[in-house]
């Protein structure tokens, strides 16, 4: 039985996936997501490093693998991280689909074998939750700032960062459809408004797209690129602009390693004609000079975070869509 499941072809289609409506932690949209997906598959071999209830990773799906029973589909790994990293390794070579979570802040500890997952060119699904200062309370120490700069200079695997319940859909579409690398999906601890509708077409596959249109797209005053959870701040300061006579046009970045492989032409489509790009993300301003070079207003982290309630963290960072567009505004 192993092996013909191992080998057959499945359908993981997810169009079926009912929508989610009402504001929600994108961990919670992984959640939805990967219960959809360990229904109709039995290759999916799911875990955690002790953090399953935060990830979201364990459903009414899962039943546990034990040393007297081998006939589950989910791992309790322990705080194992890099332990688990190189299990779900051999779960890929083995022909099943591993799935495995922790904070995004411990991708450090697993590293080596996220590189090899990488270097070997292994289907691992790694699904990183609390993936900013958006973490709040729990301090610095759990609020990555590094991490997404980090793990995208990593040659062969795809950092998601999605920004609500389609575009995460979406990047768990594409990181079936991609067997020949891993890919890490950066999902948000706080809840985040829903801001795009499914569409037949996935916007993510190109690594970012238009997700809110300018007032006039023949002239455009300013282009902003975010991702994640600072897409909706986005929309807010676009929002903000427009009221105060400019025409803004946001993009969202899901996946910077799938817009690099664009042709230039593409990236310069989503530019317009705008005389200022910006980009928005909670994490360290390096590689975004690529997209928005170095005249481009950078709106991020480059200190390690506090301990406060996360909107207050955004206020104090800088990161309310009030400053953003202050801020904006000043430089044109």
């Known amino acids: 039985d192993q092996k013909s499941y191992l080998t057959s072809h499945e359908d993981l289609n997810l169009s079926d996936l009912e929508t989610s ?72 070579l083995s022909g099943f689909r591993p799935v495995g979570g922790t904070f995004f802040v411990f991708s450090d500890y697993m590293r080596p074998s996220i590189r090899l997952s990488a270097l070997m060119g292994l289907p691992v699904i790694y699904v990183m939750t609390h993936d900013s200062i958006g973490v709040g309370e729990d301090g610095p120490t759990h609020q990555p700032i590094e991490h997404l700069a980090s793990l995208r200079a990593m040659p062969n695997i795809d950092i998601f960062r999605p920004a609500d319940f389609t575009e995460t859909k979406e990047c768990y579409e594409l990181a079936l459809k991609h067997t020949n690398r891993p890919a890490m999906i950066v999902l948000s601890r706080q809840a985040l408004p829903q801001i795009r509708k499914p569409s037949k077409e996935n916007l993510s596959a190109k690594g970012a797209y238009i997700i809110s249109e300018s007032s006039d797209k023949n002239n455009i005053d300013v282009t902003i690129f975010a991702s994640g959870s600072e897409v909706s701040i986005a929309v807010q300061v676009q929002d903000i602009l427009t009221k105060q006579g400019k025409s803004v046009r946001v993009c969202s970045a899901p996946s910077t390693d799938l817009l690099y492989k664009q042709p230039q032409e593409y990236l310069n489509a989503l530019y317009g004609n705008a005389a200022q790009l910006v980009a928005i993300e909670a994490a360290s301003s390096f590689g975004w000079q690529k997209i928005i070079g170095r005249n481009g207003l950078f709106f991020g982290l480059d200190e390690f975070g506090a301990s406060a309630p996360s909107q207050d963290l955004y206020e104090h960072f800088g990161l309310s869509a009030e400053k953003i567009a202050k801020e904006i505004m000043d430089s044109i």
Do not use: W
């Open 21 to 92: 409506t009402a504001p929600e932690a994108t961990r919670v949209s992984s959640g939805k997501v990967i219960e959809f997906l360990m229904q109709k598959s039995k290759k999916i071999i799911c875990g955690s490093a002790d953090l399953a209830g935060s990830n979201n990773l364990k459903n009414s799906c899962c039943k546990a693998i034990s040393a007297k029973d081998f006939s589950g589909n989910f791992i309790h790994y322990g705080v194992r991280e890099n332990a688990m990293s190189a299990i779900m390794n051999g779960l890929a």
